[in-house]
């Protein structure tokens, strides 16, 4: 982590009385902990930040202390802002429609995407941190400022989800020496787990049970991909963000190089979820398509032509797997 670069992004939070804090768009574990880890570290300082999510708080994430504080996005920045703060977020589009027509310029970025293009006025991006809550950690560290075991709970929460439970590539001895610093903050690992991967709810289960049953098997089986129907919500009772987790059902095949996940609006919109298991960089077919994220999990989103764009997609796939033959 850039040393100077990080004071900057110190002083400018720090100079800031109610910073408005956003996220991205269908948060995950990260971009909740995130959020909150720094509302916390921020409010410990006497400081009175704003925490805005489209959509607010998703039930499986209440658990975090203080996520009470989440509210949905505004019409506009909130009047007392004085500093505009994006976490976890890889694209400016990705704070979604609303914020995409204020003209405030976004102040800081804090983020671990490499495709991030570093769309704020100060950008801390650090993509050898697999989560956005352990680049936090860092800079509150470097900061002196307190880490409360509620904070520390907020991050251990990230960096956990983020890194699949500290199995994906990018887990590293310093990840793990973050985490350990967490649980000696106060963070409790087994109580965090529970909430984040033994706490899927019924009709979680169901869609995923529907999803699994769409399995296809490509390009010599190293490659496979599930389906999303928009009736699958319906059939399940579940909701957009129940999706989560469920790509990994095809990444643990075995000899499988590349897992992805079409999810299909009504409105003939496509999102896409890819995974690699290393070899393929899987960031850079999404960026080809306008999408983005790492390496080994990356999304795009299309509006429309979603069959013609899946197809698309698994070209691209079909692709960076033989040129892995090659
Ligand atoms: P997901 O498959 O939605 O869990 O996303 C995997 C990773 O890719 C996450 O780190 C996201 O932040 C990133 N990502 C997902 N969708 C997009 C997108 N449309 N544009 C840029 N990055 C994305
Ligand atoms: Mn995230
Ligand atoms: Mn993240």
Redo the contacts with the bound molecule.
Sequence with gaps: MDKALAQKVIDRLASAKSPALFT?L?P?GDAYGSLLGLAHALKDRGQTPTLHVEGGMIPMYRFLPGSELVQDVPDQLPAKADAFVVL?T??RE?VGKKTAEWRQPVDLVIDH?V?NPGFGTLNLIVPEIPATAGVLFRLFEMAGWKISPAAATCLYAGLSTDTGSFRYRGTDSQTLRIAASLVELGADPSEIAKHCYLSITPERYQLKKLTVETLSLKDNKKSGFLTIKPDFYSKSGAKSEDT?GI?EEVTSIQGLEVAS?FEFSKDGGLRV??RSKGRVDVNAI?SFFG????RA?????FSKDGEKNRDLVLAAISQAIARLEA
């Design positions: 991205h269908r995950d976890d890889s694209t990705r995407h495709s989560e790509i996940l979820s890819l999404a999408g983005g994220g790492h999990a990356a999304g795009i989103r």
